[in-house]
């Protein structure tokens, strides 16, 4: 009972605020064209600061770990690559074969899992090292991803303008920023560490507020085939795969809870604009966004659940 009433507290605030991001764009109170220009901002404003506090505030030697950087990578490549033979093989639209291997590997960790997160390991947890991973995991995912949808829509891809975007991405400069702070002991000023405390606290709602009124599910049935792949790859295989393996390796605590959110989360909202960009199906990774998020909280629960019962986390 004690696993089952931390796993609910962990996943129904997540759940509330997406529901009422949901009912303010049916009530009319946000509009779907303004959800992508607050989404800019919480995306290069909040997040990054949240990104900066949770490494400037966490222990140095906690919140580095090499062991976990190298198997996250490896196993990202490895979902990447299942994800990318299946969509050759099954998927038969070209345009939309990049968008499905996106849906599958490509998670909401640092909008749906830093809240899960934080939530699982209560609060005053040091989730320092969850937030470093960030900073591991978002140059990996746009890399993959940069790489996958420019295969498709038959364009060659730019390593230089690759190599920009990773350098300028807000959550890896944020990450960054706490690194050094942290490495070399700069402490800042009462008003702005208090400044950046609260814009950090106030990113993860935020953001998840903003997926909700993101929510549209018209393309359901027209997708139905892709859907029903990428919802059972991205928040049922993959986790059951990685998550295993990393129990084998030893992984327990913070390490396996923040391994949990990475590959467990639903479809990175990122996806959807990368492929409408880039001459992915657009629609699909909309509705893949929508769908996975919609399952995320019961089986995000359901894992969560399952390892806390047997005292993995």
């Not at 599910?217 to 986790?239: I, M, N, Q, Y």
Request: a positive charge; hydrophobic letters at 55%; aromatic letters at 10%.
């Amino acid at each position: 009972m004690n696993s089952l009433w931390i796993c609910l507290n962990a996943i129904l605030p997540i759940s509330i605020i997406v529901a009422a991001g949901y009912a303010a764009k049916r009530a009319g109170m946000i509009r779907e064209t303004e959800v992508s220009r607050m989404n800019a901002v919480a995306f290069k404003a909040f997040m990054p600061v949240m990104c900066f506090y949770n490494v400037y505030t966490s222990d140095l030697s906690s919140a580095v770990r090499p062991q976990l950087m190298v198997f996250t990578v490896c196993a990202i490549l490895a979902v990447f690559g299942l994800s990318l033979a299946y969509a050759a093989r099954f998927v038969d639209a070209r345009e939309r074969r990049g968008v499905v291997v996106q849906g599958i590997y490509r998670s909401n960790f640092l909008i749906l899992g830093l809240p899960f997160v934080g939530g699982l390991v209560g609060e005053g947890g040091d989730i320092g090292v969850t937030a470093m991973m960030g900073a591991i995991v978002a140059p990996t995912f746009n890399v993959l991803a940069v790489i996958t949808l420019e295969s498709y829509n038959g364009k060659k891809a730019s390593v230089r303008k690759l190599l920009l975007d990773i350098l300028k991405n807000p959550l890896i400069i944020g990450s960054v920023l706490g690194l050094l702070c942290l490495v070399f002991d700069v402490k800042l000023p009462a008003p702005l560490e208090t400044a950046a405390r609260d814009m950090g606290r106030a990113a993860s709602p935020l953001m998840l507020f903003l997926l909700g009124a993101f929510f549209r599910f018209s393309g359901a049935r027209e997708h139905a085939k892709e859907l029903a792949a990428v919802c059972l790859g991205r928040l049922v295989l993959a986790p059951a795969l990685v998550l295993s393996v990393a129990v084998a390796c030893g992984f327990r605590g913070i390490e396996l809870v923040t391994l949990l959110a990475i590959f467990a989360s639903s479809t990175a909202v990122a996806s959807f604009t990368m492929a409408e960009q880039m001459g992915g199906d657009a629609a699909l990774a909309g509705d893949i966004v929508v769908m996975t998020s919609a399952f995320a909280s019961l089986t995000l629960f359901c894992w969560s659940f399952l390892f806390k019962s047997l005292n993995l986390c």
